[in-house]
């Protein structure tokens, strides 16, 4: 696979408004960011991005689950920490990058002889697609997970139907993405802060600010908090509950079908 560093494109070369556009940006964005996604994720986060996803995996992982699948899985760090967690489960990961399912392949295959205490590692399949327009049928998943995913969604409605869909009834969506205020001085706040420390890394690591700036961006454009629980709960979403961490930045939220 390439293994560029550079990110030549500029955000005002595409709309982010359109969502064919945002695919497209998308998907030259994270093939570029695929060479060091696992490192920015420790960096921006201040090392607690790894507790984050410690506090979904424990919310979703109560209960019996059979079929899961990890949307915008990125490297699969999810997606293999939940096949380990959950050892009776097929795992799907699936990711609109082609990048990023190499990257995500490679590394279930190195951390295959991992496994719980007294179990095995679940199967784990790697899948290319898009959340907006799911190939899988209807219900077929017990459990849904989206870390930092539904951000990036071109069609933010249609990828929560598209979840909605293929979940069995009763069935459970765990969404860990940033967050933002409804309080429109502390909103932007956060997106200001955001995208300073993202730019810089971005600057830094790819020799464009915007790497990482996206971030930042793609949260200004994204539902506020309640708006975006208000979203799942017109999906067909219900029982939702959420944390927030990090002053409120970022946020773990747990809903049912």
Known sequence: ??????????????????????????????????????????????????YWKEVLLRHVSRGVHREILDVACGTGDLTIALAQRLPEARVTGMDLTPEMIHRARRRAARAAPAAPAGGTAGAIQFDLGDMSALTYRDTRFDLVTAGYALRNAPELTAAIAELHRVLRPGGVLGVLDFSRSDLSAIS?????????????????LHGNPEAYGYIAESLRRF?????????????????????????????????RK
């Open 1 to 50: 696979m390439k293994n560029d560093t550079k990110l030549s494109e500029r955000m005002a070369q595409f709309n982010l408004g359109e969502p064919q556009s945002k695919r497209d940006y998308n998907r030259r964005l994270f093939r570029v960011v695929a060479t060091r996604y696992d490192l920015i994720t420790r960096l921006l986060s201040f090392g607690q991005d790894r």
């Open 188 to 204: 932007a706040a956060q997106v200001g802060l955001l995208r300073f420390w993202g730019r810089l890394w971005g600057r830094f």
């Open 223 to 255: 539902p506020a908090r309640s708006q975006f629980l208000d979203a799942l709960h017109r999906g067909g979403f219900r029982s939702i509950r959420e944390r927030r961490f990090f002053f409120g930045i970022i946020a773990v939220v747990i809903a």
